[in-house]
């Protein structure tokens, strides 16, 4: 009786806006609560690594909901392209090494260097996703069993392949000097590659929402993450664009592999399955087709993970699914994904 | 005879295991505005369907001003000059009124923004929402912006399916002054089960039945036709 | 009085089940069981028996994943995971107990089936209030992270190392019956006949839920699911039998493959590497097919088994070229690869595809 009452004053009230402000209020402050159980020094320590990472992962998420959004793929080898990111990287960084612009590096050899790394991390992703999509997600539209069969397969075949090219082990990522060490700003240690990860997240936010918000192609992507059929009826060949969008997630994921790896300093085949379960823990969370879903997502994500696995480092992953479990509960279609 | 601007011959669609089409043939003439009738699941809008290509022809032959473009593709037929306005959700509700009307620009030229105007002055609500997202739009304004949106490119044929679902009467004569000012610069073919908007846009009708044409003619005679009317589309 | 009619369906039920002992797939069946059984008499060695006895084990398995995905119609990654708990509910009540019983078999079974009963009815009901895709999704991670938690969760699960355990009496490794006709009486044997025995069982457990009328209405739901609910079927109801079933027979199989093996660790039993290959099993048995499954876990254990020697093998008589030598050890790369072109070309798998020739070919004949 009392819900019944509840439920009608608050729809009288304009409720359902009540209900997504709360929701807001309570996805927001949420992540104030581990301040109870920890030190305030450690949670900013905490939080920056939080934010570096969700960056890191954004790069990865946010492919893989326009990929989901626009052309309905289910794209399971997304994660083979972050572990090649990395692997492409470190081949760099290596090479680079040689050439003495690493361990002992100047500030613009430093930089110099991490573009590069990511610059080709970028460019094999994207020719990784064009050879994907032309030879293999063509053949399975509509069909998203078969899309996860044959992703999975390509997937496997992708992380053998690094295995055979860069051998079956775990290997150490060279980062540059001048992005090695951490600054100690005030007693908190901030490490300073995840400030530069936190930097290039949010200028690939910024350029993205700027193509998505401000170009055609971006009025275009949107309308068809809507409507796929309307787009093509109006004249424009939407499985050109559907390349060029899966090239672009490809490459993304592949950049961020780069950063994972310089992040973690360390590279292993796995880390393609790894990246590609946190990538759908995001979107889920930040709803299909939502590029900002998949920002605010991977944060939550990222930061979740930082502070579990300081309290209680086996749930760390748990706590993840946990969040996506009452996402998909209470707001199956994410945070700003379409309500259905 | 002037070439048809739309052209079926024999034209058979099948959905799935479903035979819709079972032999359409009908010919437009340009500058004719044709509506298609006929009772629920006769076949009108997958007729539209299938001539711009979103549920392709099995068999038979579809001529657009003379191209023939039957197995092409929905965005070839497009460029080919045939503007579509779907039954639902025609209009973008994530965008804004404006970003509709630009994604429906492909080419921004002189004729477009000439039509721009003529649609400010058809549809002034468009200018007032331009701005804001098109789901806050009503219902009637919905439709005109989905019209707008195929009649600002400069299309030879216009085809249209059920515009005045769910729309009430006076939002319907507004829809039929509109079409009425837009049908002397393309070829409105219109699909309809209001007979009201039927006969006050169309001059010539075709009536569709079990996936084939059953009728056809002018639709002053079949405005005077009680009998036809009765025995085709229940209307007394 | 008038004869009891029938309807065209019932009649044709009924002549299946008539002539049922003497159609050629049912002899066929027989020959397999009996073959099986001779296995060990004629071809004693060990890896031959490892093989057979996966291939029993993983047929099970794969046939109750295709109660769920090819009947039921739902993308789950979780089957795995119940494998898992069959196999880690023997395999730690025989660790926990220095001299195990018969009677901790059975009581490992009955815990193993009451937990998979439990998750698999969270399963299914999850697997109501979201969408497919989400669902599948979902499912990955969560496989994932019982995978992950098998590794942390030393206390229960003794972590990466796993966990090895004696069996009871004549199951157990060290018990010698002697010589009888010629054949080394030991425990390995004992349990290869008692795996035989149970699969065998659990098998034609399976293809009696399918044909049973729960097996139509699920069939009924997964093509068209408004229609089964306008007919009045309560889906809900339907979809969480047939998940709890298909868990439950799976966590059994995973049982059988603890108490062959005396060893689990989540690699082997928790594991993605083991999902995927159910997932491929029943992809190449063919989906909807519960017979596919035989098809799907022989092809796959035995290239399991074989492809790497033959790899290597095969590489010897090329040139010692490094990159060449490093691709033979990946023969899971030719895994990924099947996986690919089964999809793209042969998505009926081999049991659908000869099931439709035969369609084919019946229909060809009624039409002539």
């Known amino acids: 009786m009392a819900s019944q009452a509840t439920t009608a004053t608050l729809d009288a009230t304009g409720g359902r806006d009540v209900r997504e402000i ?99 991390a970028l460019v094999v992703g994207g020719g990784l996703g ?211 | 005879m002037p070439e048809p601007i739309l052209s079926l011959e024999a034209v058979h669609t099948h959905i799935g295991q479903h035979h819709i089409l079972q ?93 721009l105007d003529t649609i400010f002055r058809l549809f002034p609500a468009l200018r007032k929402f331009w701005r804001s997202k098109a789901g806050v739009l009503s219902g009637g304004q919905k439709q005109m912006l989905a019209i707008a949106r195929a009649f600002v490119e400069d299309h030879k044929l216009l085809l249209i399916d059920e515009p005045s679902k769910g729309l009430a009467p006076i939002v319907v004569d507004q829809l039929i002054d509109s079409l009425n000012h837009i049908k002397d610069q393309t070829t409105v073919v219109l699909v309809e089960q209001n007979f009201h908007m039927a006969s006050h846009v169309g001059e010539d009708y075709f009536i569709l039945d079990d996936g084939r044409v059953v009728h056809q003619g002018l639709m002053d005679a079949l405005v005077a036709d009680e009998d036809l009317k009765k025995k085709y589309l229940g209307i007394a | 009085m008038p004869a009891a009619e029938f309807t065209p369906v019932q009649l044709q039920r009924l002549r299946e089940h008539a002539g049922r002992y003497s159609r050629p797939s049912f002899l066929i069946q027989i020959a397999l069981v009996v073959c099986l059984a001779a296995i060990p008499l004629v071809v004693p060695s060990f890896r031959t028996m490892d093989v057979v006895a996966k291939i029993m084990i993983f047929a099970v398995a794969v046939a109750s994943f295709d109660i769920i995905l090819g009947y039921t119609g739902i993308i789950s990654f979780a089957h795995g995971m119940f494998f898992g708990l069959g196999a880690y509910s023997i395999a730690l009540v025989c660790y926990h107990h220095p001299a195990p019983q018969y009677y901790h078999l059975l009581l490992a079974a009955g815990l193993a089936m009451v937990l998979s009963t439990v998750v698999a009815v969270l399963v299914a009901v999850f697997s109501l209030r979201v969408k497919a895709i989400f669902f599948a999704m979902m499912t990955l991670a969560v496989a994932e992270f019982v995978h992950i938690l098998g590794y942390q969760w030393s206390d229960l699960t003794m972590g990466e190392d796993g966990v090895s355990f004696k069996l009871p009496g004549i199951l157990a490794s060290t018990w010698d019956g002697g010589q009888f006709l010629g054949t080394q009486l030991n425990g390995r044997l004992v349990v290869y006949y008692l795996i035989l025995v149970i699969s065998v069982v659990l098998f034609l457990g399976v293809v009696r839920f399918v044909r049973s009328p729960v097996g139509r209405v699920l069939k009924s739901v997964r093509d068209n699911e408004r229609r089964s609910m306008a007919l009045g079927y309560k889906v809900i109801h339907y979809r969480i039998l047939s998940i709890v079933f298909g868990s439950v027979i799976s966590s059994l199989a995973g049982a059988l493959f603890a108490l062959w093996l005396s060893y689990v660790n989540p690699d082997t039993v928790l594991g993605t590497p083991l999902m995927l290959n159910m997932l491929l099993m029943v992809i190449i048995g063919g989906l909807g097919t519960v017979y596919g499954g035989i098809v799907g876990a022989a092809f796959i254990t035995i290239t399991e088994t074989w492809l790497p020697d033959l790899l290597k093998a095969g590489v010897g008589l090329l040139p010692p070229v490094e990159l060449l030598q490093r691709l033979a050890d990946r023969w899971v790369l030719f895994f990924g690869l099947a996986y690919v072109l089964v999809v793209l070309f042969f998505p009926k798998g081999v049991m659908g595809t000869i099931r439709d020739m035969v369609a084919r070919r019946a229909a060809a004949r009624e039409k002539a």
Request: glycine share 12%; with cysteine.
């Open chain 1, 22 to 120: 709360v929701f807001w209020v309570c996805a927001g402050g949420i992540w104030l609560l581990p301040l109870m159980a920890i030190d305030p020094t450690t949670y900013l320590v905490l939080t920056v690594a939080g934010f570096a990472m969700g960056m890191l992962l954004f790069l990865s998420a946010a492919g893989l909901t326009i990929i989901f959004g626009l052309m309905d793929v289910l794209n399971l080898a997304h994660g083979a392209f972050f572990a090649w990111g990395a692997y492409v990287g470190f081949s760099i960084l290596n090479a680079l090494s040689g050439l003495g612009w690493v361990e002992s590096a100047t500030m613009g050899q430093s930089i110099v260097s991490v573009l590069l790394a990511m610059a080709v």
């Open chain 1, 130 to 340: 064009l050879i994907l999509e032309r030879v293999i997600i063509k053949q399975v539209y509509g069909d998203h069993l078969k899309q996860i069969l044959i992703t999975m397969g390509a997937s496997m075949v992708m992380a053998e392949i690094i295995k055979v090219l860069w051998g079956p082990n775990n290997e150490v990522m060279l980062v540059p000097l001048a992005f090695q060490g951490s600054y100690d700003v005030a007693d908190v240690v901030i490490n300073k590659f995840r400030v530069a990860a936190i930097v290039a997240g949010l200028l690939v936010y910024g350029g993205v929402m700027l193509v998505m918000l401000k170009t055609k192609l971006g009025i275009i992507i949107r309308a068809g993450v809507e409507n796929r059929e309307v787009v093509q009826t109006l004249g424009y060949n939407i499985n050109r664009i559907f390349t060029g969008v899966f090239i672009a997630g490809a490459a993304l994921a592949g950049m961020g592999g780069a950063m994972w790896g310089m992040f973690r300093e360390q590279i292993t085949p796995a880390m393609g399955d790894e990246n590609l379960i946190f990538a759908l823990i995001v979107v889920i969370i930040g709803g299909m087709g939502s590029v900002t879903g998949s920002f605010l997502g991977a944060c939550m994500v990222g930061l979740a993970f930082n502070y579990v696995a300081f309290l209680m480092p086996k749930l760390a992953l748990g706590v993840n699914i946990l969040i996506m479990a009452i996402i998909l509960l209470i707001r199956p279609w994410g945070l700003l994904g379409r309500e259905q």
């Open chain 2, 23 to 115: 032999g359409v043939s009908l010919a437009v003439k340009p500058g004719k505005p044709t509506v298609l009738l006929g009772r629920n699941g006769a076949g009108k809008s997958t007729t539209l369907r299938t001539v711009m290509g979103l549920t392709p022809a099995s068999s038979g032959s579809i001529k657009v001003d003379g191209l023939a473009v039957e197995g092409a593709k929905p965005y070839e037929i497009a460029r080919a000059g045939v503007g579509f306005v779907p039954e639902d959700q025609a209009v973008i509700y994530s965008l804004s009124v404006e970003e509709n009307m630009r994604l429906a620009m492909r080419n921004e030229t002189e004729a477009s923004h000439e039509r």
